[in-house]
């Protein structure tokens, strides 16, 4: 409790610093709990971050856990220029020779007929154009250029449809098919009326363009290649089946030439995971002891001593540590490369990891994923359900701090009331007060000059 206010004469009295140092002195419960509140709020935020990192842990030791995701392939190609392959989690490791005969291509078909500009000349004013089914009908006059517009704005066009500059004051509508692939070539019904008229090629005289290779600019076609001597089409330059778990990308086609895809583990990128864990491992181990610190220092928003942290740093440090009966040859992370340094902190040694790996991934997968959930990571990551969850022990924590700010939300307003009122009614006092002693000070000095004249 501070010092009473004391007053000494009545001259020179400023109520108004009187009234602020008695309010201070009143408010000192409110400003009490305004600081627990907002102490209460900062653990809450610290937990929210707390909660982020070990979800954040969680997710890299996920990637670890099971035996599909520790198994990397990679794929490459003797010429990239031709075909380049990306190896997907389902490839088996060999080699493949792959040739490729022709590539997939998309019919292109070009108008017979040219317009002297694209913006300006009428080549149509009626009528309609039917491509592969989907017909395109004019609802009046339309130049080269708003002809292509009408064709592409049609509900699913299976062709687009361009201007082509082909010469000197030549323009032609080009149509090229959505896709690649014989299945996707498409054929013209011209029934266009007025202009200057717009015709396509129609070599055997059906009334149908396109139906024809002399139609064509281009004619659709297949992707044609073997692999392994195995022969397979492809309606796309993309084969997803060609060779298992690896996708190729067809670039160039020589039949004479043989491009040798080779596929096998691929140990960089379960290299970068573990590494992702580290650094998440010692994100936590760092905000742990800036925590720790924070609460030595009389920081009452820290949770540095709280045993809920404390308990997630402990059960993550004996799982790292802890031997696992794998029935494999490594049984700690140690063995692998990944190890607890004296401050707490995980270390990866790349060079014994790959020492590890040199063998194959099999044994690393039994030590890191195990059998149903024994693996280092599986239980890494079972842990961490327990803190993680919808209703896990970081939801309590965080929901009983929020609920305890809440209810002081109500204490805080109701005491700020009271204040309002106590302040109210003391300016009420002091302006009587004021008012009754310039009463008397005006009494004061009309007696003394009452005194001075008798």
Not at 154 to 162: I, K, L
Not at 298 to 319: H, K, N
Not at 439 to 454: D, I, M, P
Request: hydrophobic content about 40%; overall charge neutral.
């Amino acid at each position: 409790m501070s010092s009473p206010i004391t007053m000494s004469g009545f001259n020179n009295i400023d109520f108004s610093q009187i009234l602020t140092l008695i309010m201070a002195q009143e408010s000192q419960p409110l400003t009490a709990l305004q600081t627990r509140q907002s102490q209460l709020q900062s653990r809450s935020n610290t937990f929210n971050q707390l909660a982020t990192k070990l979800s954040a842990l969680q997710t890299a030791a996920s990637r670890l856990s099971t035996g599909s995701d520790l198994t990397a392939f990679a794929a490459t190609s003797s010429n990239p220029a031709a075909i380049t392959a990306d190896a997907g989690a389902s490839a088996m490791p060999g080699r493949y020779d792959v040739v490729v005969n022709s590539l997939a291509r998309a019919q292109v078909t070009a108008s017979a007929t040219t317009a002297p500009d694209a913006d300006t000349t009428v080549v149509a004013s009626g009528g309609t154009l039917t491509i592969n089914g989907v017909t395109v009908t004019l609802a009046g006059a339309v130049t080269l250029r708003q002809l292509a517009d009408a064709i592409n704005t049609t509900s699913n066009p299976p062709a687009r449809a361009t201007v082509v500059q082909s010469g000197p004051s030549s323009y032609r509508l080009v149509l090229t098919a959505r896709d690649t692939g014989v299945a996707n070539a498409f054929t013209v019904t011209n029934n266009l009326t007025g202009g200057t008229g717009v015709s396509f090629t129609d070599t055997d005289g059906d009334g149908t363009s396109g139906d024809d290779a002399a139609d064509n600019a281009v004619q659709a076609s297949n992707a044609s290649l073997t692999v392994n001597n195995i022969p397979v089409t492809s309606t796309t330059n993309t084969l997803a089946d060609a060779v298992p778990g690896v996708s190729l990308n067809l670039f160039k086609a020589d039949p004479a030439a043989t491009v040798t895809i080779d596929v096998a583990t691929d140990s960089t990128k379960l290299k970068e995971r573990v590494r992702a864990f580290v650094t998440q491992y010692n994100d936590l181990v760092k905000f742990a002891g800036d925590q720790a610190k924070s609460a030595a220092s009389g920081d009452a928003t820290s949770i540095g001593r709280d045993p809920l942290l404390r308990g997630v740093r402990d059960q993550m440090r004996s799982a790292l540590v802890a031997e696992y009966a794998t029935g494999g040859s490594y049984t700690t992370l140690s063995q692998v490369g990944i190890s607890l340094t004296r401050t707490g902190s995980l270390e990866f040694d790349d060079a014994a990891f790959s020492s590890a790996l040199s063998g194959g991934t099999a044994q690393i997968e039994r030590l890191f994923a195990g059998t149903a959930g024994s693996g280092v990571f599986a239980a890494l990551k079972t842990g961490l359900d327990r803190y993680t969850q919808s209703d896990g022990l970081l939801k309590g924590v965080t929901k009983q701090l929020t609920d305890q700010a809440s209810r002081l939300t109500d204490q805080i307003a109701s005491m700020q009331d009271r204040l309002a009122i106590r302040r109210a009614s003391l300016q009420r006092e002091f302006i009587a007060a004021d008012q009754a002693m310039t009463q008397l000070k005006s009494q004061s000095s009309s007696l003394a000059q009452f005194g001075a004249a008798v």
